[in-house]
């Protein structure tokens, strides 16, 4: 059987992969200019692909608040793989989402 080694460039500590989302926000985030009232921004991927530094590269530019279900069960000290309990937590982030959004605050939700 073949292995293949990951290229660094996806690795999560690679500078120059963090570089890329900077840019990309620098260059495509027109409406960090505006202020028209709250934004819900959702993050979404695949598990490795970079959706919590773009979260918080998004959370620091935009001053928005962050949430992230796989930081609060890791804070919790849950089961990551827990389907019923992250449910639970989904639930709760989306409604103090809400609640800040209805603020006028910006919102970073990572699924």
């Known amino acids: 059987m073949e292995q293949f ?8 500590e690679n500078s120059q992969y963090k570089k890329t989302i900077h840019q990309f926000i620098r260059d495509n985030l027109f409406m960090e200019r505006t202020s028209a009232g709250s934004r819900l921004i959702i993050v979404c991927g695949l598990p490795g692909s970079g959706k919590t530094i773009l979260a918080k590269a998004l959370e620091s530019r935009l ?14 000290s849950l089961n990551l793989w827990d389907e019923e ?12 989402g809400q609640e800040l959004l209805a603020l006028g605050l910006n919102l970073i939700q990572i699924l």
Do not use: C, V
């Open 63 to 76: 001053r928005a608040i962050r949430f992230s279900p796989d930081e609060w069960m890791d804070a919790l």
């Open 85 to 96: 309990r992250r449910g639970k937590i989904e639930a709760l982030q989306w409604k103090i």
């Open 5 to 12: 080694e990951i290229q660094p460039f996806f690795r999560r």
